[in-house]
């Protein structure tokens, strides 16, 4: 069973920055897709941002993109996001995702489904 503890959420003003990072249990972490997504109060669940195995590959929400960045770290099992000039918009709860099938690459990667373990969320709030 694979679990994934999110942190490094809170109240930033908005132009701020905040980095969240997720770390994950499991034993074969490198062949873990992880991704981040994010749910606003009555809104649905949206990508933010994913990577693959190696890093190589990483996507992002064309909202965020230039504003976000998605890393990993294969030795600490942890996946970050790091949040540059956050806006009020961006405000929502963050999840972690991990998949342990295929490779992410492509559209497959933006899609909720592909993956099968979540974290519990980190609240972020941006402040106008």
């Known amino acids: 069973q694979v679990q994934l503890v999110e942190s490094g959420g809170g109240l930033v003003q908005a132009g701020g920055s905040l980095r969240l990072s997720c770390a994950t249990s499991g034993r ?8 981040w997504f994010r749910q606003a109060p009555g809104k649905e669940r949206e ?10 590959r990483t996507y992002y ?3 965020v993109k230039g504003r976000f960045t998605i890393s990993r770290d294969n030795a600490k099992n942890t996946v970050y996001l790091q949040m540059n000039s956050l806006k009020p918009e961006d405000t929502a709860v963050y999840y972690c995702a991990a998949d342990d099938g295929n490779d992410c690459a492509g559209y497959v990667c933006y899609r909720p489904q592909k993956y099968n373990y979540w974290g519990q969320g980190t609240q972020v709030t941006a402040s106008s």
């Open 28 to 35: 074969s972490f490198s062949r873990y897709s992880m991704a």
């Open 47 to 56: 990508f933010v941002a994913g990577i693959s195995w190696s890093g190589g």
């Open 61 to 63: 929400a064309s909202s």
